[in-house]
């Protein structure tokens, strides 16, 4: 062992020797191969390629703001009739979900999709099935979401994300951009749907959320023309069974048809879908109205409504948008959408009573037929003046909005338990608003306004200042459900420097007004009751009381008017009672 050991020390040293040789000679050569290569080529440069992101957009348009990190979120979205926007250009916070993120993340709704926002909450809607979300606190209703900036368009209650493309979050200022709506004060949520890319589309998924719930998905688009022009995309989704609570069975169907055309100066979009969301024995939230404690929250996995409840939602919607520029700095641009949607269920959510658990259910019975029709139009476009760049934006916007609703509700409330449920009878009906099986129209409102903005730019547009302003108008009318007959709304002019609203309801075959007015104003209307009212038929006899409060005067004086009916709006003179003026009784616009 000593001789190996001998031998192997005294033979290693002649191979390092043997390796430095190698390495000094590998490192000459490479030297001399760029002496020379340098000597061939002396005035060769050396050349710096740059990658920068390559995109049309533009702001104000409606191509969607481009994504980044791995392609789930973009930095910006559409901001009402600003169109699309970086979030960096405007004041306002503003983030979008891509199609990518909802494939990821298999979702379904939008309420699972706004879950990656920290700001905004999403909850059910109680006494139905509805998604509802609270934006910085501040509630949006579902059906008051926008799709592609138009409001009025979305189906109602729930929206399935198989056709969008893009779920858009703004947090702002909302009434500016937007218009009024019954919610969304805080915020807005945008909805864009799915466009054909460059690249053809094809996909096929399988939905397997449990053993009780299955379905599938179809995702088709392509590009036609000499330069890609034309696009076309197909969405197709179908799914049922029971979800994760017992007895709580869906079944969602949707199909969607997005086309489009992209032009040197013109660009345009028509979109249909359909819809059909069915919900079966699922639960409908708890009322803890009547109780001053918070309860304890049952078992996620039990369910506390009863199997008899549902809820069937059938919509059909569709938009279309063009936009045209004028020049490189000018566009016009429009857009018209619409909805039909048609509710009918069965609801009942407990009342709980007390700290045990112990609720009471009732039944109500809604048939509810929703039409609404959205649109705006507008020009934008830039320009400076010395050193300070201006984007201007004019436009207008208008929604009606259709409502025929009739109901049936009970009058017995059978007790359960929401810790220990247990079946009940369905009780029987004894209260009805409306013929049921054919409603009349209940309600019908416009909204329309203009809005002009000016973003101003200083220090090469390092520096950005946006200015705008609206101006909003709201008509409501209410009708009859049984009649169909008008609830007017009539005007009272100034008397005594106060100016009021008369309330009109009919019943049978009569229509009864009341004026309510503060009790500053309710002496001049005293004194000058016995004048001749407007409009007043020859021969008719007038009666006038007036019951004195702390706060407000009631004045109601009888006489002969006319309703008009909600189909054929033809006049029709029935005894109406309504409030005397000094001046002419005018009906609102």
Known sequence: MGQIMHTTHYSSFPLRKTLLALAIGAASQTAMAADAAAAKQPGEETLIVEANETSDFKSGGDLVVPAFLDGQIAHGGRLGMLGEQKAMDVPFNVIGYTSKLIQDQQAKTIADVVSNDAGVQAVQGYGNFAETYR???????????????????????????????????????NSLLNGAASSGVGGMINLEPKRAEDLPTARVG??????????????????????????????????EGEGAIDNDKRRTTLASLGLDYRGDRFRSSLDFGYQKKTFHGGTMGVNISGVDFVPALPDNSKNYSQKWGYSD????????????????????????????????????????????????????????????????????????????????????????????????????????????????????????????????VTSRSRTQGW???????????????????????????????????????????????????????????????????????????????????????????????????????????????????????TPFPIPLAITASTASSVTAA
């Open 135 to 173: 934006i910085r606190g501040f509630k949006l209703d579902g059906d008051d979401m926008t799709m592609g900036g138009l409001a009025g368009v979305v189906p109602r209650q729930v929206m399935d994300t198989q056709m969008l493309e893009r779920v858009e979050i703004f947090k702002g200022a």
């Open 206 to 239: 399988v939905d397997y959320t449990s053993d009780s719930q299955v379905g599938g998905t179809l995702d088709l688009g392509r590009r036609f023309g000499d330069n890609n022009q034309f696009g076309a995309r197909v969405n197709l989704v179908h799914r």
């Open 451 to 569: 809005l002009l903005s000016d973003t101003l730019g200083f220090f090469n547009d390092k520096v950005l200042f946006t200015a705008a302003a609206r101006h909003q108008k709201v008509v409501v009318r209410n009708y009859s459900n049984a009649t169909g007959w008008k609830i007017p709304l009539r005007v009272i002019p100034k008397a005594a420097g106060c100016r009021r609203l008369a309330w009109c309801t009919s019943r049978g075959s009569s229509c009864r007004c009341m004026l309510t007015i503060p009790k500053r104003c309710s002496r001049a209307l005293w004194r000058r009751r016995r004048r001749p009212m407007p409009g007043r038929v020859p021969g008719s006899r007038t009666r006038s009381r007036t019951k004195w409060a702390s706060r407000s005067t009631t004045v109601r004086s009888e006489d002969r008017w006319r309703c008009l009916k909600s189909k054929n709006r």
């Open 313 to 440: 939602i059938e919509s059909e919607f569709g938009m279309a948008k063009a936009e045209y520029d004028l020049t490189d700095s000018w566009t016009v641009y429009s857009a018209l959408g619409g909805q039909h949607s048609h509710e009918i269920g069965t609801y009942s959510a407990p009342k709980l009573l007390n700290k045990n658990g112990d609720a009471t259910v009732g039944r109500l019975d809604t048939n509810r037929i929703i039409d609404a029709i959205s649109g705006m139009g507008g020009v934008r476009g830039d320009f400076n003046t010395g050193a300070i760049s201006h984007k201007v934006n004019l436009g207008y916007a208008a929604q009606v909005h259709t409502d025929a609703t009739a109901w049936r509700m009970s009058a017995r409330n059978p007790t359960t338990n929401i810790y220990d449920n247990h079946d009940v009878a369905m009780p029987d009906n004894a209260y009805f608003g409306g013929n049921y099986h054919d409603p009349l």
